[in-house]
């Protein structure tokens, strides 16, 4: 039985030090094993400190079924692989393979790498920098895992040059295909009684199996998703789809390299690769000097757009036309124009804005735009895959529910009969943490706002005995609250953007007493225990901008059915964003922590109980005083505690 792993003296007691029963994690666990034995399908928010990771593990080893578990994030999928799982294999005497599958941009290509070395004189100092780094990595590793590749940075440009996307690749015409890390990543795990996979492997690999020609994992008895909030959005992306110009002037740079080493006598070729960069670049200034999202059907209303659009497509024709003349000179040659040939197909699909049932949108940085086309739901396409007879379904999160209930997360993934389990988490809030939504703030529409929280704060600041994380939802915000707390505290102020994520975060860690300025890429996946983060503060409620594309298309098609925009999108999605962000708080049963929410719409607004009932029951004060008497209350919370002796969340021990 299930209850017998999680006894006190159970497998997991004797195996784990300072594993220790508790009650709501067996009753996931239970309610998983359930699922398994009646194929079934089921719904589990489980609250910070729950145990989730073995609730719905030990269940998933224990059924003797192929299970395939899926995770929100590659750092979630390694913590899960190379951490949590080799501890129940050995509690649980689990013997049958297990297999770590990532993307194909994870893996090492050998035939790229050959293309680099080749062509090595042509790249920049950093890239040589890196090559022979690299070109070392590729002797000794066995599984080609960039990620186990040290001293690389998260954005190197080499990365791209030593990777393979689905358009570049040769598939079996590779002469390297046998050495292929990615060919044998896919085949263990084909063999896999248990695979860990993360969330857009699992959408590309549904998308192939819809092509009908390939799969990139094998089917299963069980599916589980982790961080399962974030599934709509990826669906979305994966069942839309997308061309963007750095695709187009990726092929013209590798038209121009296969023209130099396959066909020198076909100078057409260099000239049309030229004319492509150009085309691309053209119709980039047709958007504008900004970034950002808009509709693609009102931007093809302009005819500047449409000129330089036609523009790009003539010349994609041209392209397509030279290609075709030099079939049969070369491997790169013949690829580049299947290539061409699909993004002709795709831009053709992309700009054909009259077809109903889907929003397109543009969307654009500082050198590049693409052209998307995304469905307005995917609950029907996702419950088809659900309703496949024999199969388990488990979807978990700290954060599915809206007020207590699952109806958003069920209408956007069509799950109207999973069964469903909400799980409080096990922290005394009422007694280690304190809600504060100060009186007098400005408005959320105030141009200047982000200085006048900062100059308002900074002081209550000051008195926090360990970390801060302030959590901006937008980039000007975040810009406006750095500049003055770096003015006027007394400690270290981190940015986002100054150092990768992962840097920043371990000099916050280490610091103790840092405050970490950040937008939406710190609200979810981040783990900080013991006072290195004591105070989380949050500027506003973080609805989606009301002129995002794609929300607006969404909205439009949700009130021309008579439903409510604001109440069944927004505000839901809003929500979850909220709790995620709050979640970042308390994350141990000795961890205490003030919340500061500054928007006065949570007091002045119907809808802000919705999200005051979503959060955790912590006290509550509108008084910045409170703070100093919560810190006073609880001054053995002055210095970090040690990660050593922390408490684990999420695995129960």
């Not at 022979?132 to 040290?150: H, M, N, P, Y």
């Not at 399962?228 to 002037?249: K, N, T, V, W």
């Not at 999202?293 to 041209?318: C, E, M, S």
Request: hydrophobic share 40%; proline share 5%; with cysteine.
């Amino acid at each position: 039985m299930i209850r017998d792993f999680f006894s006190a003296d159970g497998p997991l007691a004797r195996a784990l030090p300072g594993f220790s029963p508790r009650i709501s994690q067996l009753q996931m666990a239970e309610a998983v094993a359930r699922a398994i034995d009646q194929a079934g399908t089921l719904l589990v928010e489980a609250g910070t400190g729950t145990g989730k990771t073995y609730a719905y593990l030990v269940p998933a080893l224990a059924s003797g079924k192929r299970v395939i578990i899926s995770t929100g994030s590659k750092a979630l999928q390694e913590q899960l692989y190379n951490r949590d799982l080799p501890r129940l294999l050995t509690a649980m005497a689990y013997s049958q393979p297990i297999a770590l599958l990532k993307g194909r941009a994870n893996y090492l290509c050998h035939y790229r790498l050959d293309q680099l070395l080749l062509e090595a004189r042509d790249q920049s100092a950093e890239v040589l920098a890196d090559l022979a780094r690299v070109k070392q990595f590729a002797i000794v590793s066995k599984s080609g895992d960039l990620g186990e590749l040290t001293g690389l940075k998260e954005q190197a440009p080499i990365l791209p040059l030593i990777t393979s996307t689905n358009d570049n690749c040769l598939g079996r015409e590779c002469p390297r295909y046998e050495e292929c890390f990615l060919v044998k990543a896919r085949r263990r795990a084909m063999e896999a009684q248990l695979l860990v996979v993360n969330h857009h492997l699992f959408f590309a690999d549904l998308v192939v199996k819809d092509t009908g020609f390939a799969e990139l994992m094998p089917e299963a008895d069980l599916y589980v998703f982790d961080e399962a909030h974030q599934l709509p959005d990826i669906a979305s992306d994966y069942f839309g789809e997308r061309l963007a110009s750095r695709q187009l002037m990726e092929l013209a740079d590798e038209i121009k390299a296969a023209y130099r080493s396959e066909a020198p006598d076909m100078a057409q070729l260099g000239r049309c690769a030229e004319a492509l960069l150009l085309a691309c670049q053209d119709c980039r200034l047709a958007f504008g000097v900004e970034g950002g999202r808009g509709n693609l059907r009102q931007w093809l209303a302009d005819p500047n757009a449409q000129r330089l659009l036609g523009r790009l497509k003539d010349t994609v024709q041209l392209v397509y036309e030279v290609l075709k003349l030099a079939l049969g000179r070369g491997e790169r040659l013949d690829h580049c124009f299947e290539r061409m040939l699909e993004y002709q197909g795709r831009l053709e699909r992309l700009t054909a804005v009259e077809t109903l049932g889907a929003a397109y949108w543009y969307d654009t940085s500082k050198l590049h735009f693409s052209f998307n086309r995304t469905p307005l739901s995917v609950a029907e396409r996702f419950a088809q895959e659900v309703v496949k007879p024999g199969s388990s379904w488990v979807f978990t999160s700290a954060t599915l529910t809206v007020n207590h209930a699952f109806d958003h997360f069920r209408q956007q993934l069509g799950l109207a009969q999973a069964e469903a389990l909400l799980l409080e988490s096990p922290f005394d809030y009422g007694r280690q943490s304190l809600l504060c939504v100060p009186r007098g703030l400005p408005d959320t529409g105030y141009a200047r706002r982000g200085t006048l929280l900062a100059e308002r704060l900074w002081p209550v600041i000051n008195q926090v005995p360990g970390g801060i994380f302030f959590l901006c939802t937008s980039y000007q915000s975040l810009h406006q609250v750095a500049e003055v707390l770096r003015r006027e505290l007394g400690r270290t102020v981190l940015v986002q953007g100054e150092d990768s994520k992962q840097g920043l975060l371990q000099r916050f860690v280490e610091n103790g007493r840092a405050v970490l300025v950040a937008t939406s890429a710190f609200w979810e996946g981040v783990d900080v225990q013991g006072a290195a983060l004591s105070c989380v503060i949050i500027d506003k409620l973080p609805f989606a901008s009301p002129d995002d594309p794609l929300l607006k298309a969404r909205s439009e098609d949700c009130r021309l059915q008579g439903r409510d925009p604001f109440g069944e999108l927004q505000l839901p999605e809003a929500v979850i964003a909220l709790k995620q962000g709050v979640g970042r708080l308390i994350r141990d049963g000795q961890d205490k922590g003030v919340l500061i929410l500054c928007d006065p719409r949570l007091v002045q607004r119907p809808y802000g109980q919705v999200f005051l009932g979503s959060l955790p029951p912590m006290p509550r004060s509108r008084d910045l005083q409170r703070i100093d008497d919560f810190w006073l209350a609880n001054r053995d919370n002055a210095s970090p505690l040690s990660r050593e002796n922390a408490h684990d969340p999420d695995t129960g021990h």
